[in-house]
């Protein structure tokens, strides 16, 4: 409890450190929001009148302490472009967004562990040699250039086979749930089998490691084959090590995913937020940005805590699972 009380109060520093980080680098941002509502013709009045009545003429301590007013009772403010309330723009997306990375890290799953298993498991030098190729080929593939390829291979209209959307997401949402499960595929795949690759190095070296160990030998003198030691005995004493990274995983993917939105045309976070940043509205971006930093804190904060529970040797040796990782 020690430990997850100290965790938790450094991330309340860290959340009030980014919040303060965010305001001050988007108000350093070219561009006034109050011009681009107006117009390019619209007289200076008229622009003044604007910045008044949107409260950028406060002192920029006036503004940031009505943000944080606002985000401790839960409002993430008004969109200066849209009109719209920002926590209901971000709910709609993230029901995109969040999907996608969901999809994206089981595709990642399946290829990674399973063939960083068999890398270790095999006898194989091909084998061993075949699988050590896919990890570096798949990991060398930017995910904007793996989701143009998906598209001229599988995308309905202009791939050769034909298979699944490429653009877009239904209008009705998860309301048609294999037509919204359906245009998640390829861009999920996009950026899936890079993260897989990255899982696949990882748990060959992690599982390889422990297959090596007393622990597996002890298990085998007791009558497990060597297939039995590795996948019961050192894939268990690696999962500390693959939470760490899985983690990792996940919170890099929510960068992978935003650029693969655009590619794919989802309305998901990534849009939102490329679309904001063009229009100068920085009451969006600002909450925008906070909510993606606070996810990443949230992230590391649980991995550790799942760390620390499964190798209880941390408790003695007052490591954290990133520098264990390292």
């Known amino acids: 409890m020690r430990f997850v009380v100290k965790r938790l109060g450094l991330f309340v520093v860290a959340l009030f450190g980014l919040s303060l980080l965010v305001f001050v680098l988007l108000r350093m941002l070219p561009g006034d929001v109050a011009a681009v509502i107006a117009g390019t013709n619209a007289a200076p009045e008229r622009i003044a009148s604007l910045r008044t009545e949107l409260g950028l003429g406060k002192s920029y301590v006036a503004q940031y302490g009505d943000w944080m007013l606002g985000l401790l009772h839960g409002d993430l403010g008004v969109s ?109 795949l996009a950026t899936g089998v890079t993260a897989g690759a990255s899982i696949m190095r990882y748990t060959r070296a992690a599982v390889g490691d422990k297959a090596s160990s007393q622990a597996v030998d002890m298990a085998m003198a007791c009558g497990m084959t060597r297939k039995q030691a590795v996948l019961r005995v050192a894939l268990r004493l690696a999962t500390p090590q693959l939470v760490s990274v899985i983690g990792l995983t996940f919170a890099q993917m929510v960068t992978g995913v935003m650029v693969v939105e655009n590619l794919f045309a989802l309305p998901g976070l990534g849009t939102m937020l490329v679309t904001d940043v063009g229009n100068r509205d920085l009451i969006a971006v600002q909450s925008e940005l906070f909510l993606l930093a606070a996810f990443f804190l949230l992230l590391g904060l649980v991995v550790d805590v799942v760390h620390r529970a499964l190798d209880p040797r941390l408790k003695d040796a007052g490591l954290v699972s990133g520098e264990v990782l390292a």
């Open 80 to 188: 200066t472009i849209g009109g719209k309330a920002v926590s209901a723009q971000v709910a709609s997306r993230a029901s995109v967004t969040f999907p996608l990375i969901i999809v994206s890290l089981l595709i990642a799953l399946a290829i990674g562990l399973p063939l960083g298993c068999a890398a270790v498991l095999t006898r194989n030098a091909r084998l061993r040699g075949l699988c050590h190729g896919i990890a570096i080929v798949a990991g060398a593939i930017p995910a904007l250039w793996g989701g143009l390829l998906l598209i001229l291979l599988f995308s309905r209209g202009s791939g050769l086979l034909g298979l699944l959307p490429a653009q877009g997401f239904p209008d009705n949402g998860w309301g048609a749930p294999l037509q919204a499960l359906a245009s998640l595929i390829l861009p999920a």
